[in-house]
Nanobody
């Protein structure tokens, strides 16, 4: 059984920073792409950033220059450093990871989400 557990959310004032962490655990053969998505009330879930196992990154336009995604493959962990936060960044942030529990299988796993609230 594979689990993704996020942490690091909270409340911050506009202009502040938060660092989200997502750790994968369980029966893991390999982790491929890892990413962060967010969903605000009444809105669809949207991609924030993704990082490949080799460290290549891709960001949504609305976070470029403010957010940084990184990962520690030895710890099966992905991070999201969020700077210059605005109230529009308030949402539940979910991590996801394409994980191979074995050589021949691959599934997209999701964490339970962590709330980020930015006040003006």
């Amino acid at each position: 059984q594979v689990q993704l557990v996020e942490s690091g959310g909270g409340s911050v004032q506009a202009g502040g920073s938060l660092r989200l962490t997502c750790a994968a655990s369980g029966s893991i053969f390999r982790i491929n792409d890892m990413g962060w998505h967010r969903q605000a009330p009444g809105k669809q879930r949207e991609l924030v950033a993704v990082i490949t196992s080799g460290g290549n990154t891709n960001y949504a336009d609305f976070v470029k220059g403010r957010f940084t995604i990184s990962r520690d493959n030895a710890k099966n962990t992905v991070y999201l450093q969020m700077n210059s936060l605005t109230p529009e960044d308030s949402a539940v942030y979910h991590c996801n990871a394409y994980i191979q529990p074995s050589l021949t299988s691959s599934l997209n796993y999701w964490g339970q989400g962590t709330q980020v609230t930015v006040s003006s």
